[in-house]
């Protein structure tokens, strides 16, 4: 069992600067595969940004180039660097965790882009 809690969700203007972090507790967090997903209202949930257990990293077309998913596996901590941020990134973002059969999700935290 994994428990994930996220946090550094906020207010921001478009072209600012959000960090997210997922702590993870409850079992070996280095061996899981760790993402970030979004969903807008009335959206689907989107996958943002992986990171694999061995550190390999994908994007979304849509994020590639101003956000950064890393890992501590140290602290059990994953984040999420957003930059240069715009309305459209406008919704609630979700930490999972991923290690076959097992999947877990945090409960989000929002993330709202505007002047």
């Known amino acids: 069992q994994v428990q994930l809690v996220e946090s550094g969700g906020g207010l921001v203007q478009p072209g600012g600067s959000l960090r997210l972090s997922c702590a993870a507790s409850?079992?070996?967090?280095?061996?899981?595969?760790m993402a970030w997903y979004r969903q807008a209202p009335g959206k689907q949930r989107e996958l943002v940004a992986a990171?694999?257990?061995?550190?390999?990293?994908n994007y979304a077309d849509s994020v590639k180039g101003r956000f950064t998913i890393s890992r501590d596996n140290a602290k059990n901590t994953v984040y999420l660097q957003m930059n240069s941020l715009k309305p459209v990134d406008t919704a609630v973002y979700y930490c999972?965790?991923?290690?076959?059969?097992?999947?877990?999700w945090g409960q989000g935290t929002q993330v709202t882009v505007s002047s």
């Open positions: 409850g079992s070996i967090f280095s061996i899981y595969a």
């Open positions: 990171i694999t257990s061995g550190g390999s990293t």
């Open positions: 999972n965790a991923d290690f076959f059969p097992f999947n877990y």
